[in-house]
């Protein structure tokens, strides 16, 4: 086997580390600190496996992430403009840097992970990142980032767990929506 893959491997069993650790973070501005990190840590697996279009769009969402996680701090959302803005220079970036079909896969991940993370809603937020990686999961696939599926895979079952604990669990019944589910079950 190939040096460089091996480490790539080696490099994403840190992100399954890092998955596990960050996605049960209540805030979302420690969630939006840890995808910085996985993602430049993704940057480089895809370097590595010589996935260029891969390592500039995760680029493109670790600055994606970064600019989030800054208005996080100041307990604000990002424009509309800056969403769009984001959104055009990814799809740009395919444009600019195809390589093959598959690219279309990452770049559908990032763009669901973009719209989903720019929301000030939890629940949308998981459930836009279980989508985003279930997409992940099938380019790393034929980016042989095996170790990175893994890692995908974990960040997925950990998020609907944070989504489970977080939003469904505590979602309160009202009288109409229990009314509801009542007359549904008959």
């Known amino acids: 086997m190939d040096k460089l893959f091996i480490i790539a491997q080696c490099v994403s069993l840190v992100c399954v580390i890092l998955a596990i650790i960050g996605i049960q973070f209540k805030s979302k501005t420690k969630i939006l600190l840890i995808f910085v990190?996985?993602?430049?840590?993704?940057?480089?697996?895809?370097?590595?496996?010589?996935?260029?279009?891969?390592a500039i769009l995760v680029g493109m969402a670790m600055i994606k992430s970064l600019i989030f996680y800054f208005y996080s701090l100041k307990n604000k959302k990002p424009s509309v403009f800056v969403l769009i803005l984001l959104?055009?220079?990814?799809?740009?970036?395919?444009?600019?840097?195809?390589?093959?079909?598959?690219?279309?896969?990452?770049?559908?991940?990032?763009?669901?992970?973009t719209h989903t993370t720019w929301q000030n809603n939890m629940t949308v937020l998981r459930s836009g990142q279980i989508s985003s990686k279930m997409l992940a999961i099938s380019y790393n696939a034929f980016a042989e980032a095996y170790v990175a599926i893994a890692a995908d895979l974990i960040i997925a079952i950990f998020t609907?767990?944070?989504?489970?604990?977080?939003?469904?669990?505590?979602?309160?019944?009202?009288?109409?929506?229990?009314?509801k589910i009542t007359m549904i079950l008959k």
């Open 37 to 54: 990190i996985i993602d430049l840590l993704y940057i480089a697996v895809y370097i590595l496996l010589k996935k260029n279009t891969g």
């Open 87 to 113: 959104q055009v220079t990814n799809i740009s970036v395919v444009i600019l840097f195809w390589t093959w079909w598959v690219d279309l896969l990452l770049l559908a991940a990032i763009l669901i992970a």
């Open 160 to 179: 609907f767990i944070s989504l489970y604990r977080y939003d469904i669990k505590k979602q309160k019944c009202t009288e109409d929506s229990c009314k």
